[in-house]
């Protein structure tokens, strides 16, 4: 996948409104009328306790793959932990930017910075669905990860494993392009993990969400 298919469709102009605006609504809707909010609003707030949660089993350099509006990446940043966010929204890398964190426009199918270096890579609010092929991003993520390196996906809070077609809707008749999706479980993505050099390690939960720590295999 390339850089330039998936911006299209993230750096629509509802997407890019809701990041500026720190605001939504927004959804994915799914062509069957099917709608999956997208919590901008927690996007664009601070670091929260279950966040927190994820940052406390962040170790070594910490790729966030995309990092949004940037509140991990601020967060390690401020700690002085070495962090980058990845993002092909324009508006997400420039609200990173300035709420202090450091991040560069870029797919993470795209050649990045550190490839096999980054101890901890982020596949944080649903990202494990980027690209709509999580075998792919599972393997694209053992390139960018060290020996022995950990991958935190936040996955869905309930047993599903789904490969959808959406597009971003604001509820009130905007819509962007349809671009490929999935949805994972913990269960979907310990099952895909054991074939892609990931071993899981560990999961947790927090308030409503749901996340699983992956190791990858030396």
Partial sequence: MTLTSVATTWDHDLYAEALRTGRGPLFLRRADGWLLP?????????ADDTDLSVLRRCAGPVLDVGCGPGRFVAALNARGAIALGIDVSPAAVARTVLGGGSAECRSVFDPLPGEGTWGTVLLMDGNIGIGGDPVALLRRAGHLASAGGTLLAEVAPVDVDERLSVHVDNGNGGRGRAFPWARLGARALRLLA????????????GGERAFLALRRRM
């Avoid at 054991?194 to 939960?205: D, M, N, Q």
């Fill in 194 to 205: 054991e074939g892609t050099g990931w071993a899981p390690v560990e999961s947790w939960t």
């Fill in 38 to 46: 997208l919590d901008v609003e927690r996007w664009c707030g601070g």
